[in-house]
Every structure is written in C-alpha cells, then in structure tokens.
C-alpha cells in the first residue's frame, strides 16, 4: 500500500502570496492531521481533520485554514504569506480516532518563502 | 509548559552498541500515549513504537524498546545492536485523550560510527 502522499515536495513562494498543500492519506485512514515544523524544531499541531469535520485547530493564525475531501485527501491553504512560514509542511494520517492510533507521516513539503 | 521533554541535543555510539534517548513528559491526563519517531534528513518522520498510559508492559518492536516509568514521567527509547542507517533525529511525542494531536520535543540528533 502507498504511504501518504504530499504535493509538492518543494515550493518557494515571495511574502504576501498564498499557497496550497497537498495530502493524500494511506488507504482507509479518515483521519489526517497538518503539522509545521521549522528549522531545528520538532513539528508543532496545525489541523486535524476526522470523516471531513475538523476535530482539532493548534495555535495558529486565521491565514491558515484546511479541508478535507470525501475521498479523505485535505488541503492546507496559507495566506497572506510571511517569511515566518518558511517551514517543513508535515501531513499525518491515522485509520480512525483514539489515543493509541499510531500517525503515519508523509515526507512533507519544504516551503521557502523569500 | 513544556510537555515534552528531550534533554540530549545530540549523542554519539558505535555501531553494534544500545543507546538510550531520554524523554520526559508532562501531563494530568491518566489516559494518554506516548510515541517515538525517527526524521532522517530526508525529512519524512517514521513512526517507532508507542506506549499506553495503561500498558503495563514496556513495548517493544524489533531493536526498538520503550523504557516506561510512569511514576517518574518517562519514556525512554532504547535502541539495541545500533546500525549505521539510525542516524538521524529521534522526537518523542506524546498524545493526551482521544485527541489527535501530537506534541514533540525538541528531538535528539543520534550519530551512529563505525
């Protein structure tokens, strides 16, 4: 089975655009979950998204926002872009809810924003 | 406050050597998991081995051991026979609830030598 999925792999984008991640889970997982993590810093909880409802939202401004489609994909949009963004973009996936589900991460998406 | 807690920026072993990685955790959940992923430098996080809050039994996956003591709020990982190929940063993680939102630590950067 293929892991997860993100697309794309690299983007470089100037401050003040917007942007838009990719994220395909493994087969039969509903859940998925967006992480950020900078520079020499272990990833920090944006979104997670359960059966296309979000079920959780991590400390970070309105500029960010996600979906999820009815094929279980999802989406994370960034706006207004800030040099601060500059970050590894982590998708996550898990087969259902519940503490003990272990979340199988994809290989991220490296965001520069010059 | 920190939840998690990794106090080893970097450790050095040789290969055919067991290393341990430090973690410790902050919670007041009883219920709650704690994780352990590798991230080359290729960027994807690899998931390790996971511990219940009500296992009483410590988990283990191949080379891969978690020594849990729950009275003392850690949860180290313990890798025996180290190879060459883990090289690589180890984040600990833990989960809180049904909640799917993990919180890292800082990570430890492991070197393996021949």
């Known amino acids: 089975d293929a892991g997860v999925t993100q697309s794309p792999t690299h983007l470089i984008k100037t401050r003040g655009q917007q942007v838009t991640l990719r994220c395909s889970p493994i087969?039969?997982?509903?859940?998925v979950s967006w992480y950020q993590q900078v520079l020499g810093q272990g990833p920090q909880f944006i979104f997670q998204?359960?059966?296309?409802?979000?079920?959780g939202r991590g400390n970070f401004p309105d500029r960010f926002s996600a979906r999820q489609f009815p094929n279980y994909s999802s989406e994370l949009n960034v706006n207004a872009l800030l040099l601060g963004d500059s970050a590894l973009y982590l998708c996550?996936?898990?087969?259902?809810?519940?503490?003990?589900?272990?979340?199988?991460f994809g290989d991220g998406t490296r965001l520069s924003i010059l | 406050a920190q939840k998690i807690t990794q106090t080893q920026p970097g450790m050095f072993v040789q290969e055919k050597e067991a290393v341990t990685l430090d973690c410790t955790y902050d919670?007041?959940?009883?219920?709650?998991?704690l994780f352990w992923y590798k991230q080359p430098s290729s960027g994807e996080m690899i998931f390790l081995i996971y511990?219940?809050?009500?296992?009483?039994q410590n988990a283990t996956e191949g080379r891969y051991s978690l020594n849990f003591q729950k009275a003392r709020k850690s949860a180290n990982l313990v890798i025996s026979a180290s190879q060459l190929g883990d090289s690589a940063m180890y984040f600990c993680?833990?989960?809180?609830?049904?909640?799917?939102?993990?919180?890292f630590g800082t990570g430890t950067r492991l070197l393996v030598s021949p």
């Open positions: 996550a996936s898990s087969r259902r809810q519940g503490r003990n589900q272990p979340q199988h």
């Open positions: 087969s039969g997982h509903k859940s």
């Open positions: 998204y359960y059966e296309k409802e979000e079920r």
């Open positions: 919670t007041s959940d009883q219920s709650y998991g």
């Open positions: 511990q219940g809050s009500y296992d009483e």
């Open positions: 993680a833990m989960r809180e609830g049904n909640f799917q939102k993990l919180v």
